[in-house]
T-cell receptor, first 114, second 117 residues
Framework: AQKVTQAQTEISVVEKEDVTLDCVYE???????LFWYKQPPSGELVFLIR??????QNEISGRYSWNFQKSTSSFNFTITASQVVDSAVYFC???????????FGAGTTVTVRA | GAVVSQHPSWVICKSGTSVKIECRSL??????MFWYRQFPKQSLMLMAT?????????EQGVEKDKFLINHASLTLSTLTVTSAHPEDSSFYIC?????????????FGDGTRLSIL
């Protein structure tokens, strides 16, 4: 069985601060995918990134960056210079290649104050 | 890009009513679609995998007779909540994978907020 843990329930920061969201996963498969999604108050899920288990390269996209470390089974997400529009719930998720079902973490609520 | 349309966005109805939610892939074919449920301030939980032309596969603890899934075409899956009760009030969201492209992530609909009075 696969499992995703997001230990941080809520994070509150002031605008322009950096925010790092932790994600730890468990899986027995060697081929799997890791995801981050953003869910604003309106409810829709916004896809941010997908990483496969064979690609440990870190990635940067604008103010977003991701650190994937298989040795610690972690896939952390950093928002640099946070903005009020970044306020949302962020979910880390895992799927195994065999069935593509997504297992979501509990989510981290990020509140960015002006 | 790929778009998944989910309808309706909101439903408010009386207890005992059956409610149908549609999930359509607008510009791609999807042999597999997924239905998730999210209670307030909780995470998304997979309810079932919808398979075109065959029976859906339900996750443990999800009543198949309560949540009827039909996937009759490559672009449409429906979830019917039968005889809905207040405890079924939740946010239901579907996703779909493009059958013609391997290794692609799921595309999510915008979700349906169901409120049973």
């Amino acid at each position: 069985a696969q499992k995703v843990t997001q230990a941080q329930t809520e994070i509150s920061v002031v605008e322009k601060e950096d925010v790092t969201l932790d994600c730890v996963y468990e899986t027995r498969d060697t081929t799997y995918y890791l995801f981050w999604y953003k869910q604003p108050p309106s409810g829709e899920l916004v896809f941010l990134i997908r990483r496969n288990s064979f690609d440990e390269q870190n990635e940067i996209s604008g103010r977003y960056s991701w650190n994937f470390q298989k040795s610690t089974s972690s896939f952390n997400f950093t928002i640099t210079a946070s903005q009020v529009v970044d306020s949302a719930v962020y979910f880390c998720a895992l799927s195994e290649a065999a069935d593509y079902k997504l297992s979501f973490g509990a989510g981290t609520t990020v509140t960015v104050r002006a | 890009g790929a778009v998944v349309s989910q309808h309706p966005s909101w439903v408010i109805c009386k207890s005992g009513t059956s409610v149908k939610i549609e999930c359509r892939s607008l510009d791609f074919q999807a042999t597999t679609m997924f239905w998730y449920r999210q209670f307030p301030k909780q995470s998304l939980m997979l309810m079932a995998t919808s398979n075109e032309g065959s029976k859906a596969t339900y996750e443990q603890g999800v009543e198949k007779d309560k949540f009827l899934i039909n996937h009759a075409s490559l672009t449409l899956s429906t979830l019917t909540v039968t005889s809905a009760h207040p405890e079924d009030s939740s946010f239901y969201i579907c996703s779909a994978r493009d059958s013609n492209i391997g290794n692609q992530p799921q595309h999510f609909g915008d979700g349906t907020r169901l409120s049973i009075l």
